[in-house]
């Protein structure tokens, strides 16, 4: 079992910018394959950001150039720098790992308003 715990969502203006933090509760050094969704009402969960099995990063076309996804060994958490939101970046955002099976945290909400 893996359990990870989200924060750092919030309020926020557009133009604004956000760091969100995954703390997972086994070592990731090992782990390849993390990254972040999102869902917005009434529509489907989307892959936002993620480490391949390759060791590289992969970003959704609607975020790239803004968003960032990085990671922490030591400290076993993961990062997504999310700069110039918009409005429609608005959502619950969440943690995923995948360790023998995909793990999932409950989630952050993120809400891009003026």
């Known amino acids: 079992q893996v359990q990870l715990v989200e924060s750092g969502g919030g309020l926020v203006q557009p133009g604004g910018s956000l760091r969100l933090s995954c703390a997972v509760s086994?070592?990731?050094?090992?782990?390849?394959?993390m990254g972040w969704h999102r869902q917005a009402p009434g529509k489907e969960r989307e892959l936002v950001a993620r480490?391949?099995?390759?060791?590289?990063?992969s970003y959704a076309d609607s975020v790239k150039g803004r968003f960032i996804i990085s990671r922490d060994n030591a400290k076993n958490m993961v990062y997504l720098q999310m700069n110039d939101l918009k409005p429609e970046d608005t959502a619950v955002y969440y943690c995923?790992?995948?360790?023998?099976?995909?793990?999932w945290g409950q989630g952050t909400q993120v809400t891009v308003s003026s």
């Open positions: 995923f790992v995948y360790y023998a099976g995909n793990y």
């Open positions: 086994r070592s990731i050094f090992s782990i390849n394959i």
């Open positions: 480490f391949t099995n390759r060791g590289d990063t």
